[in-house]
Each structure stands twice: as C-alpha cells, then as structure tokens.
C-alpha cells in the first residue's frame, strides 16, 4: 500500500504545473541556450507612468529568412544592461525551429549594447 500511495504522489508532483513566471524564465534560459542571433530594432517602450509595478515591456522587430517578426518581451524582472530606447538597434536570439520564439534579453545575456 505504501509504495502505491508514494508512486500516486511522484506521478501528482510531476504533473503539477509550474507557475507562468518559471515557465517564461525556462523558455528565455533555453532561447538562450541553442538561439541563433539575428539584428533587431526596438520599436517601443510601454512602461506605467503612475510608478505602480507593472510589465516592463519591449517591443521589437527582427528579421529571418526573409521574414519580419515583431515580438514584445517583458523585462522588468531581468537586470540587462543598457538602455531600451525607440529606434536603437539590439541582437535577438531566436530558436532556428521556431523563429517567432525570441528574446532581446534573459538572465545571462543581452542583446542591448552598454
């Protein structure tokens, strides 16, 4: 009976979902890991002017094989150097199997130029 309720519980934790914010850093971490880098632009910076916390997002075009991509990425949470500014040109890592999977920055790397 012991070793049901133990396998029970093993196949419960594994299947437990991971809460949105661990989900977006694994994703970030593997872009990171095995992306390719292409030139992008940062086309706009949406932050609250009411200096309530809220999304840090950047939105950013970048080009693969011929296709445009534009993809916002929220960077509140990560410590990239540099500053986003409308206009500046950044690196984006995009996963090669996926182009439209990209980042402009992750906890180990920025493609914003200090």
Not at 28 to 39: A, E, K, M, P
Not at 80 to 107: H, M, R
């Amino acid at each position: 009976m012991t070793l049901a309720g133990a396998w029970v519980w093993a196949k419960f934790k594994r299947r437990r979902r991971k809460d949105p914010a661990e989900l977006e850093r694994l994703r970030r971490l593997d872009v990171n890991r095995r992306g390719r880098i292409s030139t992008g632009r940062i086309v706009e910076l949406i932050e609250t002017e009411d200096g309530r916390p809220a999304p840090r997002l950047v939105v950013y075009t970048y080009e693969v094989a011929g296709v445009t991509y534009e993809a916002a990425q929220d960077v509140s949470g990560l410590a990239a150097g540099g500053q986003y500014l409308p206009g500046q040109i950044a690196s984006v890592k995009y996963d090669p199997k996926q182009p439209a999977n990209s980042i402009i920055a992750c906890e180990g790397w920025s493609g914003i130029i200090a």
